[in-house]
């Protein structure tokens, strides 16, 4: 589904990732693996056409990511980020905002599946809340569940796990791994537990991207 040629990035005269090429399948959880400050949300923000690398060429189906209609692309391919700005308003008017844009004018909203997303993340009282009385760890997963319901092809997560308890990551890696049966998944994760879920591994080290 994602080729990346020859990527490289440099920012402010610094080289953070160089060369990096691997494929990616229709499917499966790929584990970007790397230290703090290696290059994984540099990698992902690449992916999502968030930041254009210094050189180098990104395929998504075969086509250039450069020749999609920007939101039309991020509709089929969505990143999460680790801290995601979801401005101050109602959590509910939150979870559907995206189903107004243009981009999304082909998805329809599942209530059921909201509802079972609320109780699986253990998040059924905050839909009566503002963003901002949420927990760090309460705003990404809202920003999970909104993803989800998106239902992209492709999901690009930065430390979804970072922010929760042993059990609630436990269950966010067994449901990532489920989902992952029919769409692709590449997120970054410092637990180790993701070894055994996921299919496929790329680790940055020093600069280089080493696909196994
Ligand atoms: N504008 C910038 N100028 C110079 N270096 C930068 C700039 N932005 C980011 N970097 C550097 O790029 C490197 C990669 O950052 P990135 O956020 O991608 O790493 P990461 O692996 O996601 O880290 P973490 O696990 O801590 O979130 C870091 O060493 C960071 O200091």
């Not at 610094?14 to 499917?27: D, P, Q, R, V």
């Not at 050189?55 to 189906?61: C, H, N, Q």
């Not at 509910?92 to 999304?104: G, H, Q, T, V, W």
Request: aromatic share 8%; with cysteine; proline share 3%.
């Amino acid at each position: 589904m994602f080729e990346l040629k020859h990527v490289s990035m440099e920012k402010n005269g610094k080289k953070i990732i160089e060369n990096a090429t691997f494929k990616l399948e229709y499917s499966g959880l790929v584990w970007l693996k790397g230290a703090s400050g290696s290059g994984k949300s540099t990698i992902l923000r690449i992916m999502c056409a968030l930041e254009k690398p210094s050189s180098g060429e990104i395929f998504y189906k075969g086509v250039s990511i450069y020749e999609f209609n920007i939101p039309e692309f991020r509709s089929k391919c969505i990143y999460v980020p680790q801290m995601p700005i979801l401005g101050q308003m109602n959590v509910m008017d939150c979870i559907r905002l995206p189903f107004s844009f243009k981009s999304n004018a082909n998805k329809i909203f599942d209530d059921k599946k909201l509802n079972d997303l609320l109780e699986y993340f253990e998040l059924q009282d905050a839909t009566e809340k503002n963003i901002n009385q949420l927990s760090g760890g309460e705003k990404l997963r809202i920003a999970i569940i909104r993803a989800l319901l998106l239902d992209p092809e492709c999901l690009l997560l930065d430390e979804p796990t970072s922010a929760l308890d042993a059990k609630m990551e436990q269950k966010t890696l067994q449901l990532l791994k489920s989902l992952s049966e029919k769409k692709l998944i590449v997120s970054s994760f410092h637990t180790e537990s993701i070894k055994e879920f996921c299919t496929q591994k790329i680790e940055i080290k020093d600069r280089y991207a080493i696909a196994s």
